[in-house]
Nanobody
Framework: QVQVVESGGGLVQAGGSLRLSCAAS????????MGWFRQAPGKEREFVAT????????DYADSVKGRFTISRNNAKSTVYLQMNSLKAEDTAVYYC???????????????WGQGTQVTVSL
């Protein structure tokens, strides 16, 4: 049974930092591209970042480029999202995703986590 579990969300002031973690089990972790998506209230789920199987390739949404960093540790079957210089518009539920290939498309995700709330206050 595949499990994808996020942690690290919370409440932070604008300009602050948070680090999200995502642990996956029940799948060959190093065989999957991993990514983060987010969904704000009343909006569609959107792409945030993705990292290739061996971590050689990363891609970011323009809205987070330069502020967020995605990384992974295949030995621990864990992917991370370091979020710096947070803004109020970053407030959303953040979802970890496992995909057979790097993609920005929600439809390309094979497995989703349950989500973790990130709230950025002014």
């Amino acid at each position: 049974q595949v499990q994808v579990v996020e942690s690290g969300g919370g409440l932070v002031q604008a300009g602050g930092s948070l680090r999200l973690s995502c642990a996956a089990s029940g799948l060959p972790f190093s065989g999957y591209a991993m990514g983060w998506f987010r969904q704000a209230p009343g909006k569609e789920r959107e792409f945030v970042a993705t990292i290739s199987r061996g971590a050689a390739y990363t891609d970011y949404a323009d809205s987070v480029k330069g502020r967020f960093t995605i990384s992974r540790n295949n030995a621990k079957s864990t992917v991370y999202l370091q979020m710096n210089s947070l803004k109020a518009e970053d407030t959303a539920v953040y979802y970890c995703a496992a995909s057979s290939s790097n993609s920005r498309r929600v439809e390309s995700v094979n497995y989703w986590g349950q989500g973790t709330q990130v709230t950025v206050s002014l």
